[in-house]
């Protein structure tokens, strides 16, 4: 019991002393694309999800080779790796991760396996305008978090804070992927509650190349933003669906009146037209 008590303590003031966590290479064995290097933060209170073939398979049911994809907080890359691995080294996949902590997690990544991938890493975060704005995190050395003053999540995300720069994504990926947005097959967003204010932003590209989508349902949304969330899919001709788990689990398919039964799911948004 004492012990329990003494670690709570250790790791309550761990949280609160900004650490610069490195990462360790390791080896991932696949069942198809056979063994991968994949760089592991060394941040302790930050589990990894592991790359596994059944992620990969999910991913290749929407991403064909040669695919263009945009992994929107892309973190230290445990998605951006699989989407990666999904596109082939002809595709191409933009990793954009504003956190200047864990972006050298995402380059290591972007170096590793050039015989299977090729991943963009950006050390910006995708906003209406570009600009300077706060990143918050809940822990001092921000193992996780996003773009603050935008939700009800504000008080929590503000605890540990610092400047990121934002950059507008639908003028970035004009300016530099012209060509390849014809092949632009999936984006994925992961940013705190922030998904939606970044899918308004990239709109016009929505609209225009179809791309299938999985955004977070943050569970600091309240019910108006969710509803926002779901509209801004079903005007744009979206089916939503709950993403239940990356095994084979069939999405369930959900409306408006849907969105408040779970607190935090990953949304599956599919173009029907």
């Known amino acids: 019991m004492i012990k329990a008590i003494l670690e709570k303590i250790r790791r ?20 198809d ?7 592991r933060w060394k941040h302790p209170f930050y589990d990894t999800d592991s790359i596994t073939q059944q992620k990969v398979n999910f991913y290749k049911k929407y991403i064909k080779p040669g695919s263009l994809v945009v ?21 191409i996949v933009i990793g954009l991760e504003p956190n200047p902590h864990v972006f050298p997690v995402l380059e290591a990544n972007a170096k590793l396996n050039p015989d299977k991938v090729k991943i963009v890493p950006l050390n910006f975060a995708a906003t ?13 050395s921000f193992g996780n978090g996003g773009i603050v003053g935008f939700s009800t999540n504000i008080s929590k995300n503000v605890r540990y804070s610092f400047n990121v720069t934002g950059k507008n994504l639908d003028h970035y990926l004009r300016n530099n ?28 590209i929505i609209q225009e190349f179809r791309p299938v989508i999985v955004s977070e349902c ?3 949304l309240n019910g108006d933003e969710r509803i926002e969330l779901y509209n801004f899919f079903s005007e744009l001709n979206y089916k939503v669906h709950i993403l239940l788990d990356f095994s084979g689990t069939p999405p369930l398919p959900i409306t408006m009146a849907n969105m408040n039964d779970r607190k935090h799911f990953d949304i599956l948004a599919l173009p029907l037209a």
């Open 12 to 31: 309550h003031r761990e949280k609160r002393t900004f650490h610069e966590y490195g990462y360790e290479i390791n080896k991932v064995q696949l069942v």
């Open 33 to 39: 694309e056979g063994t991968i290097d994949y760089a």
């Open 71 to 91: 992994d929107i907080g892309a973190h230290e890359g445990d998605t951006t790796v699989p989407m990666a691995l999904a596109a082939g080294k002809e595709g």
């Open 128 to 140: 209406a305008e570009d600009g300077e704005f706060t990143f918050g995190s809940g822990d001092a």
């Open 177 to 204: 992927y012209k060509e390849q947005l014809a092949g632009l097959a999936f984006i994925k967003t992961d940013a705190e509650g922030y998904d939606k204010e970044i899918l308004k932003s990239i709109r016009s």
């Open 218 to 220: 943050f569970k600091q």
